[in-house]
């Protein structure tokens, strides 16, 4: 099915563990996102990336790792992970630049303990 | 820091009552868009505005955009409870910039 896709949907894992979130788009879109999503903090851009090779950090990035090798998978990788890093990840993708509509996976849920 | 500032941060109106959200920014943006967002879901676009001062309707939802293109503002027309959510405007460049959100509670 045409869409974009997170995995896995829910993940605990301990302090100082590595963990990597997967996104996958059906629409080949350019520009891919990710988010934390935190109460009070609406949602906070980590990293973005504009093509395949090409990403770039957000407001929040510190701690995370992207790639993008191919235009459809845009993982995130939490290096070592932390307890601050408990939160709700979102990815979203843009076709058009500008004023494009941003579209979003249905979130993973991750706990860090 | 966030860029962009909403308020209130919550929310809880009855049935029919009417609502205004605020979106608020010192910086300059080409278009804002707002989304809304239920839980366990991802959030969806509502609108897009592009123009300083430009007003949108979508049904009972009114958008608008500051001269200076710097906020917005969304105002909910008689209320229902299929309005609840987490409302959240946009700033967009080549990043989109998200605010702090606003969670509506509309009781029956």
């Known amino acids: 099915d045409a869409g974009i896709t997170q995995s896995p949907r829910y993940k605990i894992t301990e302090t100082g563990r590595q963990v990597t979130l997967m996104c996958h788009q059906t629409w080949s879109h350019s520009y891919m996102f990710w988010y934390r999503q935190d109460l009070g903090h609406g949602l906070r851009l980590i990293y973005y990336?504009?093509?395949?090779?090409?990403?770039d950090k957000g407001e929040v990035p510190d701690g995370y790792v992207v790639s993008r090798s191919k235009t459809e998978n845009f993982p995130l990788t939490l290096e070592s992970a932390t307890r601050s890093q408990t939160s709700v990840y979102f990815c979203a993708s843009r076709g058009v630049v500008g004023t494009g509509e941003l579209f979003f996976g249905e979130g993973s849920r991750l706990t860090v303990l | 820091t966030q860029l962009l500032e909403q308020s209130p941060q919550f929310l809880s109106i009855q049935e029919g009552e009417n609502l205004t959200v605020y979106c608020n920014s010192s910086s300059v943006f080409s278009s804002l868009q707002w989304y809304r967002q239920e839980p366990g879901e991802g959030p969806v676009l509502l609108v897009t505005v592009v123009t300083g001062g430009e007003v949108k309707k979508l049904k009972r939802l009114t958008f608008q955009f500051g001269d200076a293109r710097k906020d917005s503002s969304l105002h909910i027309t008689a209320a229902q409870p299929g309005d609840t959510g987490l409302y959240l405007c946009a700033g967009s460049g080549n990043q989109f910039y998200f605010g702090t959100g606003t969670s509506l509670t509309v009781i029956p």
């Open positions: 990336s504009a093509a395949a090779d090409i990403t």
